[in-house]
RNA sequence: UCCUCAGUAGCUCAAUUGGCAGAGCAUCCGGCUGUUAACCGGAGGGUUGUAGGUUCGAGUCCUACCUGAGGAGCCA
């Protein structure tokens, strides 16, 4: 028994794959079967003298992913997509599939989207989720690799993190709960105990966005660093997004080259990323001629004109505070700004990092928290942070979907994810 | 919530000025001893998203609704 992606070292030995039918053709008496085995494709050919004539009958009537165990010599061959190909003397037919709704045909999205449990199965996507393992598998190697400890926040959780975003209500016995829109307040509670903490999970946002860069339902990192200072975590960003870019473009060059993705873009990232404050975005967006005044958040035009400034993602830092959530720390030079920053990816795919210095005086939190008429029962744990051993801290939020679409040059986040949860969409 | 666009065979799409509902792929049957999204021949497959309206006649024009896609706002 082997899998496909060892077919090269097993030449001139009889050996038993186990798969599925990707795709058949026929001459008469010699059919090709298109075998797929999630490692790898293999052609299995069944020449009509090698095999009983039932059996010969049995595989011409096999439809595409019908799953089949067949066996036979491994040879090398030149005519063979992929260089080598099996001559079956077995085949043993588990299922004849009914017929496949999926074609090696061109389909549409909503159709795909409907199909997305059987979608998975094609070479394109299998790439795409095999990037963002990669992906994910690189983030928490970096952060385990620097003293981080993972630590998981809640699902549940009882009120708003930072109240102006929607959220998903559920019951929770006889109260309400809220989903998570992010980890972040409770990894500074972890930060505190551990130093250097990171959570990683899923975060829901009941916004009714409907766009290329949106999912209800997205996989977030938060790492939080007990007396880091902006500067501190703009370092960490760039280095964090610079290691999983290039442990992506060695470690899964198979996999772009199966979605084409120009890899030259992606060796480019690598520190240092450009540090832009707000102000000097807004200089340079009001001399690309683009009306927006000091003050206004940046809308989609906006970000893609600042990144493709740049072949390198761009930290955008010091935003007037209004924009920004209630917990940003104020620019002590200048109180209306916030010592936050936002990373913004190349190619126009946005906003892929959010984060920055939280505000450690309990009196200013308080005050914050009051302003933007919080709960402020629901704070008191959050309060108490600031009461104990308060010391500044910063953080951030990156959200793997964006991620997994810039990296993969993708035009929709859609595909970066085995079951997206999309607005008017949850099936499958 | 708002704006734009699109719904015709299982899928991808045609259908001229409003005048017979079509093709390729998939499926089924037949042919081919090296196929490469194989090819060749044949067959089955339709409430043209739904409901109204205009007209001698509507896939085509009008109205409403449904579904989907793209975008805005908001966000990672």
Redesign the pocket.
């Known amino acids: 028994m082997v899998y496909i992606e060892e077919i090269a070292s097993r030449v001139g030995q009889e050996v038993t794959v186990r798969g599925w039918i990707y795709?058949?053709?026929?001459?008469?008496?010699?059919q090709?079967l298109?075998v797929r085995d999630g490692t790898g494709t293999l052609?299995v050919?069944v020449?009509?003298?090698n095999v009983s004539a039932p059996l010969f009958q049995a595989v011409d009537?096999l439809?595409?992913e019908s799953s089949v165990v067949v066996t036979g010599r491994v040879r090398a061959?030149e005519?063979?997509?992929g260089g080598y190909?099996m001559?079956a003397s077995d085949v043993q037919i588990l299922q004849v599939a009914e017929?496949?709704?999926i074609?090696?045909?061109?389909?549409?999205?909503?159709?795909l989207?409907e199909h997305r449990h059987l979608w998975l199965r094609s070479s394109r996507q299998r790439a795409i989720l095999r990037i963002r393992h990669e992906i994910i598998k690189a983030c928490r190697d970096f952060y385990d690799s620097r003293g981080f400890t993972l630590v998981d926040t809640p699902i549940f959780t009882p009120a708003a993190c930072e109240g102006?975003?929607t959220l998903f209500e559920t019951r929770y016995f006889d109260d309400t709960a809220y989903l998570t829109q992010?980890g972040q307040l409770y990894n500074e509670a972890t930060a505190a105990a551990f130093g250097k903490s990171y959570c990683f999970g899923p975060t829901f946002?009941a916004?009714?966005?409907?766009?290329?860069?949106?999912?209800?339902e997205?996989w977030?990192v938060e790492p939080e660093v007990s007396y880091a200072e902006l500067d501190d975590i703009m370092a960490l960003a760039e280095e964090f997004i610079s290691e999983i870019v290039q442990k992506v473009v060695v470690g899964r060059r198979t996999e772009l080259a199966t979605i084409e993705r120009d890899v030259g873009r992606l060796e480019n990232v690598r520190p240092p990323f450009p540090r832009l404050s707000y102000d000097e975005a807004i200089r340079l967006l009001q001399e690309k001629g683009l009306p927006i005044q000091w003050g206004d958040?940046f809308?989609?035009?906006e970000?893609t004109q600042l990144s493709q400034q740049f072949d390198r993602p761009v930290m955008v830092h010091r935003y007037p505070s209004k924009?920004k959530a209630f917990y940003m720390q104020p620019d002590p030079q200048r109180p209306e700004v916030a010592l936050c920053v936002d990373v913004l990816a190349p190619e126009g795919y946005?906003?892929?990092?959010?984060g920055g210095e939280r505000i450690h005086g309990h009196d200013l939190l308080l005050n914050r928290i009051q302003e933007h008429k919080l709960p402020a029962e629901a704070f008191r744990w959050y309060l108490d942070l600031r009461k104990y051993g308060s010391v500044p801290h910063s953080g951030f939020?990156?959200?793997i979907?964006?991620v997994v679409a810039w990296i993969c040059g993708l035009e929709?986040?859609?595909e970066t994810i085995a079951f997206p949860r999309?607005l008017?969409?949850i099936y499958p």
């Open positions: 795709n058949k053709r026929s001459s008469g008496k010699l090709f298109m052609q050919v020449f009509q003298k009537r439809t595409q061959d005519r063979a997509p190909e001559d017929p496949y709704p074609t090696p045909k061109d389909h549409g999205v909503p159709f989207m102006t975003t992010s946002r916004e009714k966005s409907k766009t290329r860069r949106h999912l209800m997205f977030m958040d809308g989609g035009d970000e924009l946005g906003e892929i990092i959010g939020g990156m959200g979907e964006r929709h986040v859609r999309m008017y969409r």
